[in-house]
């Protein structure tokens, strides 16, 4: 008998124990992806009120989550686990553009300059554009090649030269976008003053960001320029992005979530036409190898599309964020962690259709959408994104880019050093 009641005793401690350290459930987890909810409407809704801490822990199997919204208005049309933390695979060269453009705007960089490739940029796992070490390549292809064939080693190249050139340049452009916030910080909480775990919440964040400038060392490594990256991500409104790497190559601390995607794609179609439409090139020619959009099925059977990038990794699954335009409607599809390249595309034309078809009240199209109609804070249908501010001066514009570039003349085969120096691009493991 006391056998008995010892067992019951010790399977009694047990499910306490459990029931006191079990993780909250899905529906419990709040997170607050700068969303305007029903009542937040009718007041000025300050940024950045994210709470890192609720969201869910990637999976061993490539997690899922989606978004779609109005890029004009933010409505959001649809969504699914948006609190779902998610590998962005090659997704990740949308910001490694985006720091790349900031450069070209300001006047520092410019599309015929070259850039030197180095031994670890050569290195790079496929997808790649078989660089080698000591190539010059202008930036113009290196943005082609990370944008069509989503090449690692010019993703690298771009993130060496700019770190080691405009590393500097860019940590003060970024420390003065802090400023700016800061400013725009006092005035929204004159209009709408904050409770004090958001005013220390908001604090915490601007912290964050000024130890991530002082961290940066212009040394003209990937990794310092991933510093850069994740600076910029907290400037756009991503607060639960991290990036480690400008390619999107495999690393376990590299997330983020399909909300804060939607900041860094809204951030890209707001930019000049000449920066954005590189996103609908089709084919780049580069030393005779037709290095074909990962993207091209999208681009050229979806009414109105026009960009922007796919991502694959083994661990985070297929990636994509998509764009279309139809009328005076744009709308923006980001769809994460898909199993096959075709679930990937028919879920994200799903998507647009559905989203295109909607007119009026906005009703949900997702059969996998959050169930929060109780929690003003979660990101839900029929909320509306709060943008970023996009600060750029806007003094430089490059050539508006051709979608389809006219074959050129081989460089040639003295230039380079032996065909067994030069790998040959291996089936897509990354795109």
Do not use: C
Request: hydrophobic content about 40%.
């Amino acid at each position: 008998m006391r056998k008995v009641i010892a067992w019951v005793g010790l399977a009694f401690a047990a499910v306490t124990i459990a029931a006191w350290s079990a993780p909250d459930t899905v529906d419990a987890r709040v997170t607050r992806h700068t969303a305007r909810s029903g009542h937040h409407r009718t007041h000025h809704h300050r940024r950045h009120r994210h709470h890192r801490r609720h969201l869910l822990a990637v999976s061993a199997n490539a997690p899922t989550a989606e978004i779609v919204f109005d890029a004009d208005s933010g409505r959001v049309m649809a969504i699914a686990n948006a609190d779902q933390r998610v590998y962005p695979a090659s997704l990740t060269k949308m910001m490694t553009l985006y720091l790349t453009f900031r450069a070209l705007q300001e006047g520092w960089l410019h599309l015929n300059d070259t850039m030197e490739v180095s031994a670890y940029a050569a290195a790079a796992s496929p997808t790649k554009l078989g660089l080698y070490p000591g190539q010059l390549v202008t930036v113009d292809d290196l943005i082609r090649g990370s944008v069509t064939e989503s090449a690692n080693d010019a993703a690298r190249t771009l993130a060496e030269n700019l770190d080691a050139r405009y590393g500097r340049n860019l940590q003060q452009l970024l420390r003065n976008d802090i400023a700016a916030a800061q400013v725009e910080d006092e005035a929204d909480a004159v209009a709408d003053p904050p409770t004090v775990e958001e005013a220390s919440d908001r604090a915490g964040e601007i912290n964050e960001m000024h130890a991530l400038a002082a961290s940066v060392t212009a040394d003209g490594s990937e990794a310092d320029f991933a510093r850069l990256m994740t600076l910029q991500a907290r400037l756009l409104g991503m607060a639960d992005t991290v990036y480690r790497n400008a390619s999107g190559l495999p690393d376990m601390e590299q997330v983020t979530t399909a909300p804060d995607y939607a900041m860094l794609a809204y951030a890209l179609v707001h930019m000049p036409v000449e920066y954005y439409s590189y996103f609908s090139v089709q084919h780049f020619d580069f030393n005779g190898a037709d290095h074909r959009n990962h993207n091209l099925r999208f681009l050229t059977g979806y009414d109105g599309a026009d960009g922007i990038k796919t991502g694959y990794t083994q661990s985070g699954g297929f990636n994509v964020v998509d764009s279309a335009h139809r009328g005076d409607r744009r709308l923006i599809a980001i769809v994460m962690g898909r199993r096959s390249v075709a679930t990937r595309e028919a879920d994200v034309r799903d998507l647009l259709d559905s989203a295109f078809a909607q007119t009026g009240t906005v009703v949900a199209v997702s059969s996998n959408l959050n169930n929060n109609d109780n929690n003003d804070d979660v990101l839900a249908v029929g909320d509306t994104l709060e943008f970023p501010t996009l600060r750029t001066t806007g003094r430089i514009l490059p050539q508006l880019p051709d979608l389809v570039r006219p074959e050129v003349t081989v460089t040639p085969a003295a230039a380079h050093p032996p065909a067994t120096a030069r790998p040959a691009p291996a089936p897509s493991a990354l795109r």
